[in-house]
């Protein structure tokens, strides 16, 4: 399998990219909010094969104290292959230099995380808008 990552946008296949949220079940990424959220992010990363897109994540930093990463995800049909990690490894790199690093886990891939590095928060605070979102995460 030839994996390539990279950063840029520019050329990106957002079709692509909500086919890979869609696949997890994240079915609210329209390929305008992907377009959106993207654009605000500064450290991405996109996970090509064959030149298709199948792996995508984001970050947003402030370049010296603080930053979080968000949607590391991998399409169904390559997850349990390295990829994740592979995004993670990437961001991390490019967010080697940051002081402090968030990531909210989605549920049960804690574990994931904490395999490169990251431990859970004692102080932690967050809002969650939708319900559902603050019943799963919130205490």
Aim: hydrophobic share 40%.
């Amino acid at each position: 399998m030839n994996i390539e990552i990279h950063s840029d946008l520019t050329n990106a296949n957002l079709d692509e990219m909500k086919e890979v949220y869609a696949s997890v079940g994240w079915t609210k990424h329209t390929t305008e909010i992907i377009k959106q959220v993207y654009e605000a992010s500064n450290v991405i990363a996109l996970v090509k094969v064959n030149g298709r897109i199948i792996g995508i994540g984001r970050g947003m930093t402030d370049g010296v104290f603080n930053a979080a990463i968000y949607d590391v995800v991998v399409h169904r049909d390559f997850q349990r292959q390295g990829i994740a990690k592979k995004i993670m490894e990437f961001l991390l790199d490019k967010l080697s230099n940051v002081s402090c690093v968030h990531l909210i886990s989605t549920t049960g891939n804690e574990g994931f995380y904490r395999k490169l590095g990251l431990k859970k928060l004692k102080t932690g605070m967050a809002r969650y808008l939708n319900p559902r979102l603050s019943d799963e995460y919130l205490e």
